[in-house]
């Protein structure tokens, strides 16, 4: 059993600071009695505990108090993207049949749907408050979070995220980077990651605060870091390289208290981490995944800057190996077993074996080094990586098969000095048609991160004997084109 977090640690630390945002802030008791108030007005709909609703909104208080009010209420949250496009939500709220959709003002032309009844923040802050009977403990296999994660398919899978999963990892986190007095942490992230809800789940197991902002802003950070408001922050490659700039044209120096730059979605180019020493920031590189509820393996503080490229030991409570490897330096598909490994995925993919023999098959490659570091040599073969952001080629592919003049696509990625990666895609077409033409139908299906930044007209796509695409050989024909 595992307690409600948030009424246990508002029980334990009532008057500590829980979150802020804008020019509010919460104490652990005050951030109860608000997601009291919004797990009651849910119930005034007939949201109850077992119920599951989707979330649709961009990084907010609101967001964060209502999470917290469906976690205290025993709902389960689907967190819908809202960066998806109106059909790409759709396709959610009916694999995961949804009973409601709770939106913000902003994103209420996506939710022009028919597939469940929705209610935006603004309607739902002004019902009535119905009481409810809370859980003073959850079980371990209690579903919390839903997230869907882009599928080899095409079709994106919901991801199950239970108590068990969510508490072992921050436990996991915890042991690694360890806990001060006073600890808080900087959250630009969408609260739809994986990487921004844990953050949220972390600070209440922790007892720490959240500072949370809309979206990543270079300045705000750098002030936020070396005035020493925060210990610690999430980022990526992309937002790691613009809070450098920062940094170094103000010639600012960070805080003692900033313990913690937890670097993640996909690899840190080692340029990067040479630049972060130079500044003072203790960069921490990690692995993850959707399927594992955030971080699996992470570089600890003392090993940062000897082993660049690495991301680090598996957590405690996590076992890694290399698939059918057993000495230092071969690579092989990373394979991954322990408490914060989802236990399987709901919907159209609910049948889906998600462990094989009890181990995850992340489909990543890697290595372990002579001291048992891991190194992660190549995402998913034909994965994407963004900016953060992961993008699957067969996605990509099945928007682009539905236009009338396309007889078939292949997608890859295309070098991007600003987001590390952009998919390119490789059309053969039954007529001529425009690039710009492929480009609106593509916009209209898909968010704006995976439309295509390039498209090149083909005779025909390579293929294996069996007939199955050879995305490596687009990759390649990419460097030739240069």
């Known amino acids: 059993m595992i307690p409600n977090w948030l009424l246990k640690r508002a029980a334990l630390t009532p008057h500590a600071p829980a979150l802020s945002f804008q020019d509010r802030t919460w104490s652990y008791l005050e951030l109860k009695e608000e997601a009291l108030d919004r797990a009651g007005k849910l119930r005034s709909l007939g949201i109850g505990r077992g119920s599951r609703i989707a979330l649709l909104g961009g990084t907010s208080g609101e967001m964060a108090l209502l999470i917290h009010g469906c976690l205290l209420a025993g709902i389960e949250m689907v967190m819908l993207n809202s960066r998806l496009t109106a059909e790409e939500i759709e396709y959610q709220l009916k694999d995961s049949q949804s009973e409601w959709l709770v939106c913000e003002d902003a994103v209420r032309r996506k939710t022009l749907q ?14 009535n408050r119905e009481p ?15 997230m869907y994660t882009s599928g080899t398919t095409g079709f994106p899978k919901g991801v199950r995220q239970t108590a068990e999963n969510h508490t072992s990892s921050a436990l996991s986190a915890v042991l690694n980077s360890g806990l001060h007095d006073g600890d808080a942490w900087l959250h630009m992230m969408p609260l739809f990651h994986i990487s921004g809800f844990s953050i949220l789940a972390r600070a209440v197991l922790y007892g720490s605060e959240v500072r ?30 613009r809070l450098l700039t920062v940094i170094e044209n103000g010639k600012l120096s960070v805080h003692p208290k900033f313990r913690t730059m937890l670097a993640g979605g996909g690899p840190v180019p080692v340029s990067y981490l040479k630049r972060a ?16 509820s955030s971080q699996t393996a992470t570089l600890s503080a003392v090993d940062a800057l000897r082993k660049p490229g690495s991301a680090g030991k598996p957590l405690f409570f996590t076992d890694i190996r290399i698939d059918g490897q057993t000495e230092p330096f071969v690579k092989g598909e990373i394979l991954i077993k322990g408490p914060h490994v989802t236990t399987g995925y709901i919907g159209k993919h609910t049948s889906t074996q998600v462990l094989r023999n009890g181990w995850l098959h992340s489909g990543d490659i890697g290595y372990f080094d002579d001291e048992g570091f891991l190194f992660v040599s190549d995402r998913r073969s034909d994965l994407i990586i963004s900016g953060g952001e992961n993008i699957y080629p067969a996605e990509i592919e099945a928007v ?11 997608v890859c990625a295309m070098q991007s000095d600003t987001w590390g990666a952009v998919p390119a895609a490789f059309v053969v077409a039954r007529s001529a048609i425009e690039e710009e033409s492929l480009r609106k139908f593509c916009q209209t299906r898909l968010a704006a991160y995976k439309v295509p930044k390039a498209f090149h007209f083909v005779d025909e796509l390579p293929r294996n004997a069996s007939n199955k695409l050879l995305r ?4 390649e024909s990419l460097t030739s084109r240069k």
């Open 277 to 292: 020493e130079q500044c003072g920031l203790p960069v921490l590189q990690t692995y993850g995944m959707t399927e594992t």
């Open 400 to 410: 682009l098969a539905e236009h009338p003049q396309i007889v078939e696509a292949g």
């Open 472 to 475: 490596k050989d687009l990759r």
């Open 132 to 146: 409810l009977q809370l859980e003073q403990m959850w079980e371990e296999d209690r579903t919390l979070t839903i």
């Open 114 to 127: 028919h597939v469940c009844r929705s209610i935006v923040y603004d309607e739902l802050v002004q019902l």
């Open 212 to 241: 949370l902002f809309e979206k990543f802003d270079a300045a705000i950070a750098a002030e936020e870091i070396t005035t020493g408001r925060v210990s610690g922050m999430s980022v990526v490659a992309v937002t790691l390289e």
